[in-house]
């Protein structure tokens, strides 16, 4: 007799502080996407001391593709929307007190972040 499985998922609350996001996006700009980003440019002024600063405080950033002249627009708006897809699709990073600690995100989870955020779903790697 075949059991009929059932999937279950839950919605999660996660809240992201500015420092986890600009934690974040340091990795994944310091070597999480640099294997299909080559250049990540600050839209306008710069809002803090570096790029990886931009995001968490409303700005934007172009991310250039890697083999070709293509760009994305990274918006705070679209990351917010990276990380509930992450989570949606079953990530690996642990939630307590509605809260990650950042110390859990390595290169591959913030590539995987940045490019829901970016395309909706997984494109390189």
């Known amino acids: 007799m075949n059991e009929k499985k059932y999937t279950v998922r839950p919605q999660i609350d996660v809240n992201l502080s500015q420092q986890d996001i600009d934690d974040i996006m340091a990795v994944a700009l310091d070597g999480g996407i ?5 250049k990540a440019e600050v839209v306008g002024e710069c809002l803090g001391e570096y790029a990886s600063d931009q995001i968490s405080r409303g700005g934007a950033l172009i ?3 890697a083999e ?6 990274l918006t705070l708006e679209k990351f917010l929307k990276g990380v509930k ?3 949606e699709q079953g990530c ?3 939630v307590e007190d509605n809260a990650i600690d950042t110390c859990d995100i390595d290169a591959n989870d913030a590539d995987c972040i940045i490019q829901f955020a970016v395309f909706g779903e997984v494109v390189f790697g």
């Open 34 to 38: 640099c294997y299909w980003c080559r």
């Open 85 to 87: 897809l992450y989570f």
């Open 92 to 94: 690996h990073v642990n």
């Open 68 to 73: 070709s002249a293509q760009t994305w627009e």
């Open 63 to 65: 991310l250039h593709d």
